[in-house]
């Protein structure tokens, strides 16, 4: 076995090579620093994971009583819907007080206008039908039916003038020392609120 022995100066000799073990070692010890940082990244991770659980778990037990007056607003928010629910349906299957509509419509009659017909459809609206001296009358009679609050949508029908001799027997057929009186002739059709 032949061994070299180098006896030169430390300062003169020429400089070795990394030998294997050594980077081996190296390459080792990287290895294990780079796991021990991700282990303790992870780590770190899962307690902040961990804090953040238990603020919500904490929220969570803050909020319950809210949630739970939630629920019950809902709760009472939907039994408020359906009586709501129950009156509409009462209100629009209510029949009309004819009576009262009679009267309204009969205290609305100006002078020198009469009504000849009263009639009630299927969709519930009300046809009148009769005779004014002059046009005006009839038109102020429509004015007032609109001020009634029952009644809506006050639409004209018809409207003709007549000669004296179509006159109801209680007109006098001539205005006193003048000629013969024509008349007008009407048809109004009424809505009436709440009738559908």
Not at 85 to 105: H, Y
Not at 131 to 144: F, L, M, N, P
Not at 150 to 166: I, K, M, P, R, S
Request: hydrophobic share 40%; proline share 6%; net charge positive.
């Amino acid at each position: 076995m032949s061994c070299a022995i180098n006896l030169l100066p430390a300062h003169l000799r020429p400089p070795r090579g990394l030998e294997t073990k050594h980077v081996l070692v190296c390459a080792l010890t990287g290895v294990l620093l780079i796991c021990g940082g991700l282990w303790g990244v992870q780590c770190w991770r899962e307690q902040q994971a961990e804090r953040e659980l238990g603020r919500i778990a904490g929220e969570m037990l803050i909020l319950q009583p809210v949630l739970q007056q939630v629920r019950k607003n809902k709760e009472l928010e939907a039994g408020i819907a359906s009586r709501a629910a129950v009156l509409t349906r009462i209100k629009k299957e209510r029949p009309v007080k004819w009576s009262d509509i009679i009267w309204q419509l009969g205290q609305t009659v100006p002078d020198n206008l009469w009504l000849t017909e009263l009639t009630s459809d299927v969709g519930g609206n009300i046809n009148v039908k009769g005779g004014a001296k002059d046009i005006a009358t009839v038109g102020r009679y429509a004015a007032s039916l609109r001020q009634v609050p029952n009644f809506t949508n006050v639409t004209f029908q018809g409207l003709a003038l007549n000669n004296a001799h179509d006159k109801p027997a209680d007109i006098p057929a001539k205005a006193p020392g003048g000629p013969a009186a024509n008349f007008f002739s009407f048809g109004l059709s009424i809505s009436v609120r709440g009738e559908r």
